[in-house]
């Protein structure tokens, strides 16, 4: 698996969790619960990992929808 996305905005990461399953690349979020040691306070970054034979197109799909990566 490879790092797609790292934010610090929930719905930047449902978003694009979203616009991938509508083109059937398979992705799983890390980092969600994190809050529980932060304290809701939205420091911490989430990240959105894809297989790395899915990755190239998942960047593509992300320049497309104007989503910053966040690396």
Do not use: H, W, Y
């Amino acid at each position: 698996m490879k790092e797609l996305l790292r934010s610090n905005d929930p719905t930047v990461i449902a978003f694009a969790e979203a616009l991938l399953q509508g083109e059937d690349i398979a992705c799983f979020p890390l980092d969600v619960n994190m809050s529980v040691l932060e304290g809701s306070i939205g420091i911490l970054p989430r990240r959105l990992m894809v297989a790395d034979r899915d990755l190239f197109m998942a960047e593509a799909i992300m320049r497309d929808n104007n989503i910053d990566l966040g690396r």
